[in-house]
């Protein structure tokens, strides 16, 4: 079965520092991933997505993230945060569940909070 | 164009009632996908819908349900509502299951039970 790991709860930054939140993942073949962020009470929201082809993937609002097949790790990644940046951040990967059908599989999410 | 909508945003129910909530995928997906979100569970996939066929159920209760219309609205019913069921639940919206154009996510409904 598919999983994927956000080993860290929270993580805060300073505002201007580059910041990383990790995510390793388990999957049967190749990987979709993705990445989401949420703002409170809002639903999700499309930061990137891995599919294929390079390794670095850039994504909306500055986000970058590093697809690592060998340590199955696709990290997020920002040269510099921002306050407004503070949110919760998804991790998913797109499975195959049969049928026809594919479900995302989310991590627990990490909280960020870039502190002024 | 238009993104993701459900409604109601939100909602206060008491224990044994049920609710419907929907969703209005983007125009031209097929795939309407359902997640509950609680602060102990995280996100857990309840069921995905594509063409008016469920073609995928999350290991939920029969108390859940949904179904898909012609226009690729979805639905979802909560029977016998209880104090656990309260949730964000969120609907995400793909083309044809996620693949290389990825899902949107509506903005949530946050089920109450009281």
């Known amino acids: 079965a598919q999983s994927v790991a956000q080993p860290e709860d929270q993580v805060n930054v300073a505002e201007g520092n580059p910041l990383t939140v990790k995510c390793t993942y388990s999957?049967?073949?190749?990987?979709?991933l993705f990445w989401y962020v949420q703002y409170p009470n809002r639903g999700l929201q499309f930061l990137l997505k891995y599919i294929t082809g390079d390794n670095l993937v850039k994504g909306s609002y500055g986000f970058e993230a590093e697809f690592n097949k060998s340590q199955t790790s696709f990290h997020l990644k920002k040269p510099s945060a921002l306050v407004s940046d503070s949110a919760l951040y998804f991790c998913?990967?797109?499975?195959?569940?049969?049928?026809?059908?594919?479900?995302?599989?989310f991590g627990k999410g990490t909280k960020l909070s870039v502190i002024p | 164009k238009a993104g993701v909508t459900q409604t109601p945003r939100y909602l206060i129910k008491t224990r044994g009632q049920q609710v419907t909530l929907s969703c209005s995928p983007i125009?031209?997906?097929?795939?309407v996908s359902w997640y509950q979100q609680t602060p102990g569970q995280g996100l857990q996939f309840l069921f995905e819908?594509?063409?008016?066929?469920?073609?995928n159920k999350g290991n939920f209760p029969g108390r859940f349900s949904g179904r898909q219309f012609s226009n690729s609205r979805s639905e979802m019913n909560v029977s016998t509502l209880e104090l656990g069921d309260s949730a964000l639940y969120l609907c995400a919206s793909s083309f044809s299951g996620g693949g290389s154009y990825g899902y949107t996510f509506g903005s949530g409904t946050r089920l109450t039970v009281v």
């Open positions: 125009s031209g997906h097929r795939s």
């Open positions: 819908y594509f063409s008016e066929t469920q073609r």
């Open positions: 998913a990967v797109r499975a195959y569940s049969g049928a026809g059908s594919y479900q995302l599989t």
């Open positions: 999957v049967s073949g190749n990987p979709y």
